[in-house]
T-cell receptor, first 113, second 113 residues
Framework: DTEVTQTPKHLVMGMTNKKSLKCEQH?????MYWYKQKAKKPPELMFV???????INESVPSRFSPECPNSSLLNLHLHALQPEDSALYLC????????????FGAGTRLSVL | GENVEQHPSTLSVQEGDSAVIKCTYS??????FPWYKQELGKRPQLIID?????GEKKDQRIAVTLNKTAKHFSLHITETQPEDSAVYFC????????????FGGGTRLMVKP
């Protein structure tokens, strides 16, 4: 099973809302990632968790707050977002944080009004 | 940090022809180079990857070549089929940054039947 599951598939939120994106994998992977992908652009790395600890934060604004409750789950908490934050948010996982294949979820398409 | 340039941005070929996509990278410490295929509205999926200790890797109709001296790598697809139509992304990961992928800008490949 190489499935990374993301919920919800679509999310519309206002700039004052608080929402969360969820990502789950059951492949026993110990590294998980959040990427942001704007239309017709490549994925851009936001955060990396390795063994449930945040190892990389690519200078992402504090209105994005990641959380890794356990080795199978990764959340991205959203608060006070801006319209320019509208994008596809992709979660990925890999066996570890070395040079292992990253498996991507289908993403959450976020619209901020 | 790493910078990955990808060319061409669009590529149109006739079914059965070959397609070549080229990428250059800036960080000589990069040692892992995956290629992802992303169909419209779907998740990126790994199609092939190569590590710096190998100059070429082939998987059926797909091959990747790596020139570490020149800091460039290429994707070759032979006998293209309509289902190969998608956006292809190259990526690079430096040796000292775990699995932190930097993606190229993407190539939209269109295979005409």
């Amino acid at each position: 099973d190489t499935e990374v599951t993301q919920t919800p598939k679509h999310l519309v939120m206002g700039m004052t809302n608080k929402k969360s994106l969820k990502c789950e994998q059951h492949m026993g992977h110990r590294a998980m990632y959040w990427y942001k992908q704007k239309a017709k652009k490549p994925p851009e790395l936001m955060f990396v968790y390795s063994y449930e600890k945040l190892s990389i934060n690519e200078s992402v604004p504090s209105r994005f707050s990641p959380e890794c409750p356990n080795s199978s789950l990764l959340n991205l908490h959203l608060h006070a977002l801006q319209p320019e934050d509208s994008a596809l948010y992709l979660c990925a996982s890999s066996r570890n944080s070395g040079w292992d294949i990253q498996y991507f979820g289908a993403g959450t398409r976020l619209s901020v009004l | 940090g790493e910078n990955v340039e990808q060319h061409p941005s669009t590529l149109s070929v006739q079914e059965g022809d070959s397609a070549v996509i080229k990428c250059t990278y800036s960080d000589s410490a990069s040692n892992y180079f995956p290629w992802y295929k992303q169909e419209l509205g779907k998740r990126p999926q790994l199609i092939i990857d190569i590590r710096s200790n190998v100059g070429e890797k082939k998987d059926q109709r797909i091959a990747v070549t790596l020139n570490k001296t020149a800091k460039h790598f290429s994707l070759h697809i032979t006998e293209t089929q309509p289902e190969d139509s998608a956006v292809y992304f190259c990526a690079a990961s430096p040796n000292n940054a775990g699995n932190m992928l930097t993606f190229g800008g993407g190539t939209r490949l269109m295979v005409k039947p």
